[in-house]
Each structure stands twice: as C-alpha cells, then as structure tokens.
C-alpha cells in the first residue's frame, strides 16, 4: 500500500496537483510513520506555497536537527516568509568548509559527512517499519544528497546575507556553496550577476572549482566530458572584459560540439561581450532573437534595453516599455524599461520615478541604480549623482562601472584629486575599457600631463578598434586626441583627428572651431576661416567659432598668423585655447552612454542609502 501511494503521490506532483499529493501524502505519513514521507509532505506544502504549515511538519521530532534536507527545506521556509533571522538561526552562522575538495580530486562522499547527518541516517532507518539495512550504493547517493543540501545551505546563507547588506558574507557563502558542489548553479549565478567579484577574481574562482567531482554513475569517460562541459558553460558567465579569447573558444565549443548556438543564454552571452565592446547594433541583432523566440526573457531585456538607448530607437523602447507594463507589472525590469524610455525621450524627472521604483522593487537591480544615478548627472545635480553611484558601488563590488562614473563626476566638479582616486580603483578593476582609459586621459589633460593623455586616448583607440567598436563610441575618443596633440604641439597629427572626426559626418561647431584653432597655428588662415564659417553654418550664434573668425580675417589682413615664436604665445590666443579645451567636458557628459544600463553589473558608504531611500520613496509615491 505504501509503493501504491507513493506512486500516486508523485503522479499528483507531476501533474501539480499539490492538492491531491497532500491528500495521499498525509495517509501515506499516517501509514508509515518515515521521516521521508514527512520530507516529502513538507516539499508538497511548499510547492504549494503553504510555507507555514511546511515549517510546521519539518519541526515534528526535531527534524531539522538531524538532516541536512530538512534543515535546508526549513531555511527556505523562512526567506519565503521573509524571516531573514530566523533562516540564519535554522541554517547556523558557519559554512561546511571541510567539504570543500581542492580541483582535480575525486570527491569521497562516505569521509565527508557530518555527525549530525549520519545520527539523522541512522535514526531514520532505526524509525523506519521495514528494518532493511540499505545497500552501499545508496548510502552513497544519501549522503551525496546530504552534500549536496550543504552546499544549499551555503547558498541560502548567502542570500541572507545579500538582504542584510552583508555582501562579503554573501560572497563568501556562495563561493564555499560552488566549492562543495560545483552543480550548485544558483550560487554561481548570485555571485555572477549581483558581481561580486573583479573580473580577475572570477577566473581566478573558476580555476579553484573542482569540475571532477561531477559524476554521471556507470560511466566514467560521459563524467570527464561532463565536467569539461559544466566549466565550459560556467566560462560563458564570466566577466567579457578580460580574456577574450578564452570566451571565444567556449562559445565556439559550446555552438559547434553541442548545437547550442541558438541558446537563450549563449546568445545573451554573446551579446553582453558586443555591448561591451561597444558594438551595439550586433548586441541588439542578438538579443531580438532571443526575445522573438520567448520575448519575456527577462535576464535578456537589461542588454536589450540599452542597446536601444544606445541606437536612439525611442519607438521601439515605448512600445516595448507598454507591453511589459501590460503584462508583467510586478517585475522590476518593466520599470526600468520605463525609465530607459523617458531618459531617451529627455524627462528626466519621469526617469528618475522609474528607475526609482524599479530599484525599490529589487534592491540588488544594478542597471536601475545606475540608470537613477544617471538622471542625477543629466540635470548636472553632480552631489545627488555622487550619492546615488556611491550606494550602486556599495551593491555591486566587482564591476568598475560605478567607480568610473564616480570618476567622472568629480571630473566634472574640478575635483582632479578625487577623480584620479576613482579612476585608478576603476583601472585596478578593469584596464581595458575604453570609456575608462579616455575618461583618464582627460584627467590628464587637465592636469596639464599632455603626454600621459595622449598615451591614454591612443591607447583606448587601439583596444575600441581591435574590439570592432561602433565608429560613434570612437569619435569622442579622436576628439579629445585631438585637443591633446594641439595643446602638446604636435599639430599635424592634431589636425589628422580632427578631420577623421570630421570625415565621419559630424557636425559639431567646437570640432570645427578647433580644427579651425590648428589650422591657425600652422599658418593657414584660409583654411582657418573656411572651417569657422563651416561651424558657423552649424551653430550660426557659436560665440567661439564667431571670436575665432573675426581674429582670423585680421590675422589674414595683416599678413600675420597665431602662432607665437615659443613661449610667448598670445594671450589671447591662450584664453582661446583654454576655452576650447573646456569644451571636453562636454564631450566627455555626451561620452556617459559607453555603458550606462549594463549589469551590472556591479559597494559604497552604507550612510548614503538613508538619503537616497528618501528620495526613492517621494518618487514611488508619485
């Protein structure tokens, strides 16, 4: 009577007809009297969302003291119920690390277990009616299972953590969860997408993972390539900054040996490596066909979202934004689609609300903290945007981004010491990122070290053109080269920049002006007063371009040009020049769309979130 049960119990669960299966599970745990059973009607009232009365049967004769399953099962219980302490009190303070197997050795289950979880064994089979002594092979798959709810529980230890703030805890939970059992994806997944780690830290973790503790039973040559295939997709995860070619061989392995090459997740994969490379159209080609196939993939809509604010596309970002508040106005993504679209459409106010909302609805969304922050720094409110980049940096320890927009801040405010501060801890983070390397030159340049700026905006040419980037992400880039090598008297080479810019049809009347500024500087008054009338034409009351023009037609009538004999360059001129080079900070503000929604991905004084909540909660009001 009791298989009989069982097997109906689990045709109900399979059919989720959680009902019916605590109907037969209740007579099966009066039938038997097994701990088991008791599990198993405790998963079903979970499965059914009765976390109460799950908690309730997991209590009876101190269950959860005596099996890892159980007390795992209870923990979630609590979080379900939002009971952070009482998760923490179930689960323990202390991870399992004497589980933890060093890479490349076979993990040995029977040496590995707790004395709690062989007392709960021995009790369970003492308690049981048949009095069959098990065999070996499944004592090894109890107590692998009993592993394996570890390494939950470090999981869960984890998330409670994350809800506390404590996000070194968290990390470490997570990482010891990977480090007993490498199938422990969810762990993987908290410290991938909430980055908790730099990306050197991530390969680093990686190596530390023992991959040949999977094993597919009966067959030890399917659990070698099983491993090789587990780390291969874990690789996939990883951050798309630092080497590259090593993703590239994972991807290709994984499109090639095993036809996932339409995979919802190698795909977005893909994309984020695009998005950070700045190539943006490649990245929205991607993500569309993830979401032609199941168009409320949400782990996909984050890239998806700023690949639109990227291209300008304001139609396809309203309708997308209406259907996902149509459809799913409970998920935090949807808000943030809000906010991306009233950004692009320049109300600000409206996407400060959203951004705020959506961030209310997941503290640990990162793209909707930097998506806040961003509206602070649209409206120049530099003190707020600091605030709001800061709490983003606190979340999210492992991405540079926050560091760098920080950077940027404080560029803008003339803190060159504090700008310096935060790019460098950007730089350490992340070397290769060509936002970061232009927004350190013009530190630089404004410091007056000419030749470390031009090292830098070359150097972020270099890495955007190997990376295939976009030719409007690298236009900014040859800008600022360019008021580089004019300040540094290298005006040829200046002028190169300049024309390249120009050649790529922008029509900027500073761009103009100071390629009218070079031409000056080299002789060429005629040419001068072409390209000021040329940034005339776009900009007729530029003032700059207006000054420049009337001292070039003097210049001209008086035989004479704008160059001085060294040193003793005209005063004039000098104001000129500096004025012109202020206008890099507003070529540097137009810069900030580089990556302005991605991740996340990715820690800040804890003092600055009692502002920012106050400010959230006005917003979610309206």
């Known amino acids: 009577m009791d298989k009989y049960l069982r097997e109906w119990r689990q045709d109900a669960v399979n059919k989720h007809q959680y009902e019916t299966a605590i109907f037969v599970a209740d007579k099966l745990l009066a039938l038997t009297g097994d701990d088991q059973d008791l599990f198993y009607l405790a998963q079903v009232h979970f499965s059914n969302g009765n976390y109460s009365r799950a908690q309730s049967f997991l209590s009876r004769g101190n269950l959860t003291d005596r099996n890892a399953q159980c007390r795992y099962l209870a923990a979630q219980c609590a979080i379900k119920l939002g009971k952070t302490e009482e998760a923490l009190a179930v689960l323990g303070d202390k991870n399992p690390t004497h589980l933890i197997t060093a890479p490349g050795s076979a993990r040995q289950k029977l040496r590995h277990v707790d004395v709690h979880t062989r007392s709960g064994a021995r009790h369970n ?175 996909v809509l984050p890239v998806h979202l700023a690949s639109l604010y990227e291209l300008g596309q304001r139609n396809a970002l309203f309708l997308l934004a209406h259907e996902l508040t149509d459809t799913h106005p409970l998920e935090p993504c949807t808000w943030h689609a809000v906010g991306i679209y009233y950004l692009a459409a320049n109300r600000i106010a409206e996407a400060r609300r959203y951004f705020s909302k959506s961030s209310v609805m997941d503290p640990h969304f990162g793209p909707a903290w930097i998506g806040f922050a961003h509206t602070f720094a649209e409206e120049g409110e530099h003190d707020q945007a600091i605030s709001a980049y800061s709490t983003a940096a606190r979340l999210f320890q492992g991405t540079h981004l926050p560091q760098l927009f920080l950077g940027m801040q404080n560029l803008q405010l003339n803190n060159m010491s504090t700008a310096h501060d935060y790019l460098d801890t950007a730089y350490s983070l992340c070397s290769t990122d060509p936002l970061l390397l232009n927004e350190m030159g013009a530190v630089f340049y404004h410091e007056d070290q000419l030749v470390d700026a031009i090292t830098m905006f070359r150097r972020a040419l270099a890495i955007s053109e190997e990376n295939n980037a976009d030719m409007p992400s690298l236009i900014p880039i040859h800008t600022n080269l360019g008021h580089a090598l004019r300040r540094d008297g290298q005006l040829e080479e200046s002028l190169q920049s300049f024309e390249e810019v120009l050649r790529h049809g922008v029509k900027d009347a500073a761009v103009f002006s100071a390629k009218g500024l070079v031409l000056l500087e080299l002789g060429k008054t005629w040419e001068a007063v072409t390209a000021f ?7 007729p009351q530029d003032p700059m371009a207006t000054d420049l023009l009337n001292r070039a037609l003097e210049m001209n009538e008086d035989g004479a040009h704008i160059v001085g004999d060294g040193e003793g360059s005209d005063d004039e001129v000098e104001e000129a020049d500096r004025i012109l080079g202020g206008r890099l900070r507003e070529i540097q503000q137009n810069m900030v769309a580089g990556r302005k929604f991605n991740k996340r991905r990715r820690n800040v004084p804890l003092e600055d979130l009692s502002a920012m909540e106050e400010s959230m909660a006005v917003d979610s009001d309206g």
Request: with cysteine.
């Open 125 to 299: 089979r003492n308690a049981s009616r048949t009095e069959r002594v098990p065999t070996s092979e499944e004592r090894d798959k109890e107590e692998l299972n009993n592993i394996k709810s570890e390494a939950g529980m470090c999981y869960l230890r984890g998330l409670c953590y994350a809800k506390q703030n404590a996000f070194d805890r968290a990390k470490e939970c997570y990482k010891t969860a990977c480090q007993i059992d490498v199938q422990c994806f969810e762990a993987f997944d908290a410290l991938m997408a909430n980055v908790l780690m730099s990306p050197s830290e991530e390969w680093q973790f990686l190596d530390s993972l023992n991959f040949d503790s999977i094993v597919v039973p009966n067959d030890p040559s399917l659990s070698q390539e099983a491993a090789q295939f587990t780390k291969t997709l874990y690789t996939t995860r990883l951050s798309k900054y630092s080497r590259p070619n090593e993703f590239e061989e994972a991807v290709e392995q994984l499109t090639t040996h095993y036809k996932l090459a339409d995979n919802a997740d190698i795909v977005l994969a893909r994309a984020e490596q695009r998005y950070t490379n700045c190539r943006f159209r490649e990245a929205l080609e991607l993500t569309s066909s993830v979401l032609k196939e199941d168009k409320y993939n949400f782990a």
């Open 533 to 539: 009338h040329e940034a005339l034409a776009v900009a």
